[in-house]
Nanobody, 117 residues
Framework: QVQLVESGGGLVQPGGSLRLSCAAS????????WGWYRQAPGSQRELVAT???????DESDSVKGRFTISLDSAKNTVYLQMNTLKSEDTAVYYC???????????WGRGTQVTVSS
């Protein structure tokens, strides 16, 4: 079992920045895949950014150039640096991990990000 705890959400003005963290604990020898997803009210959960095998990163087109995913393997923690935030970035942000390519994934409980003036 893997436990994920997200932190760093909050209220920020448009154009501002936030950094989200997701710390993993439990029976972990290695995490193959980390992901950040978000879900706005009335919308489906969508992929934001991923990092696989500790090195291969990808971001959705809507955040490319503004958001950066990074990993501290020693701390089993993944980060999402969010810059130039827009109102449409308002959502609950969820952390997701897989221990191996074909294994089931684990979700965190989410952290709210609100971008508003």
């Amino acid at each position: 079992q893997v436990q994920l705890v997200e932190s760093g959400g909050g209220l920020v003005q448009p154009g501002g920045s936030l950094r989200l963290s997701c710390a993993a604990s439990g029976r972990i020898s290695n995490i193959y895949h980390w992901g950040w997803y978000r879900q706005a009210p009335g919308s489906q959960r969508e992929l934001v950014a991923t990092i696989t095998n500790g090195a291969y990163t990808d971001e959705s087109d809507s955040v490319k150039g503004r958001f950066t995913i990074s990993l501290d393997s020693a701390k089993n923690t993944v980060y999402l640096q969010m810059n130039t935030l827009k109102s449409e970035d308002t959502a609950v942000y969820y952390c997701f991990v897989k221990l191996a390519r074909l294994s089931p994934g684990f979700w965190g409980r989410g952290t709210q990000v609100t971008v508003s003036s």
